[in-house]
């Protein structure tokens, strides 16, 4: 008998947390939208903003990828107000008093998080960052163009052993300037190709203009001169003019595959990092704020489910500005991607165990 009342018990929890979850999603995203409409409704109503744009474009894809980077906050929510609900109802005391234990509690918790750790990582690693080319863009060409289009003192690697510099590139003209690639063969300089201007013009083409090129013999030294050359450098000013919408755009295999490239060009791959970092982390952080949160509103208190709530959305805000934090300190390279992305969950789960030793037995 007691088999079939746990069960039933653990359906109850599991679907309240689900529901719980998944309506605090379309609450909290309802006034983020009128906020967000709010404050761009000057742009919004330019006439050349089309309408079907800012709902299919614009909006479809702002829903799920603000559902997915607020997860953490919803599971709090979730978790400490049906938690706090069944305390004031004294049904946990009559859970813990039929013999159950508070680790066995958190059974149906747990399994909701995983359904919500499994969901948010496929989101954010398959589903949302097509969509997130869609939304950039429209932000790009309606709202407020983002994107880089110049560089400084561009380093890196295009081809094993092949090493190209560039003083400075402007992305509107496409014409880049002081521009030399050196061409080792082992620690042995073979040829350097030198030109005041190049002009990206398709695909890996490159015209150059007033270029040298030199090859380095053995016995002699040749070198070539001309006005005009047309070129083909495997890189594309994409390579160097990174922001961090840019890698939001990119799915988990593909942002792992731009870490090893930028890796082998000898270019940073903060942004990378961070971000697939960050979704791996989103993870086991689902696992630790439920138990936080499961632990935190499980005893009956004076202030009632208002308390709870209240110390769960500041711990759940201060999770958010904490990952905000890090993430900008991994940017400067004042702190590892790893360390950054995980860090916050370190902390939490030292706060979590505390508030689980503390939970009513």
């Not at 799920?64 to 709090?76: G, M, Q, T």
């Not at 081809?159 to 400075?168: H, I, L, Q, V």
């Not at 989103?282 to 632990?295: D, R």
């Amino acid at each position: 008998m007691r088999r079939k009342v746990i069960s039933t018990v653990d359906r109850y929890i599991f679907t309240q947390f689900l529901a719980t979850y998944f309506f605090s999603i379309v609450l909290i995203l309802a006034v983020a939208i009128a906020f967000d409409v709010t404050e761009k409704l000057d742009k919004l109503l330019q006439p050349e903003v089309p309408l079907r744009a800012i709902i299919w474009d614009y909006y479809a894809n702002f829903v799920p990828y603000y559902a997915n980077l607020f997860s953490p906050l919803f599971v709090f929510i979730a978790v400490i107000y049906v938690t706090s609900r069944l305390a004031e109802n004294s049904e946990i005391i009559a859970i813990l008093s039929c013999g159950v234990s508070f680790r066995r509690l958190l059974k149906p918790y747990m399994l909701g998080a995983a359904v919500i750790a499994i969901l948010t990582f496929l989101l954010s690693s398959f589903v949302i960052p097509p969509g997130n080319r869609i939304r950039i863009d429209f932000q790009n060409r309606y709202i407020k163009d983002k994107r880089i289009t110049y560089a400084n003192a561009i380093q890196m690697q295009v081809a094993p052993e092949t090493f190209m510099f560039m003083s400075y590139y402007n992305d509107e003209s496409k014409v880049g300037y002081t521009f030399s690639m050196d061409r080792f063969e082992g620690k042995d300089l073979k040829s350097r190709m030198m030109a005041n201007s190049i002009v990206y013009d398709t695909l890996h083409n490159w015209q150059l203009q007033d270029y040298t090129i030199t090859y380095f013999g053995e016995r002699q030294d040749s070198l070539l001169r001309g006005n005009q050359l047309d070129t083909i450098i495997p890189i594309t000013p994409k390579d160097f003019l990174v922001t961090e919408g840019d890698v939001e755009m990119l799915s988990t295999p593909q942002l792992y595959r731009s870490i090893q490239q930028q890796r082998m060009r000898g270019a940073a791959t903060q942004l990378y990092a961070i971000e697939l970092h960050k979704r791996i982390a989103m993870i086991p952080a689902s696992f630790i704020l439920t138990l936080m949160g499961v632990s935190l509103s499980a005893r009956k208190r004076k202030g009632g489910m208002g308390l709870a709530l209240a110390v769960g959305l500041s711990l759940s805000f201060l999770y958010i500005l904490f990952m905000t934090v890090t993430s900008s300190f991994a940017v400067t390279g004042a702190m590892s991607p790893m360390v950054a992305a995980w860090l916050p969950n370190l902390v939490y789960l030292g706060i979590s165990f505390v508030l689980y030793r503390l939970a009513p037995r």
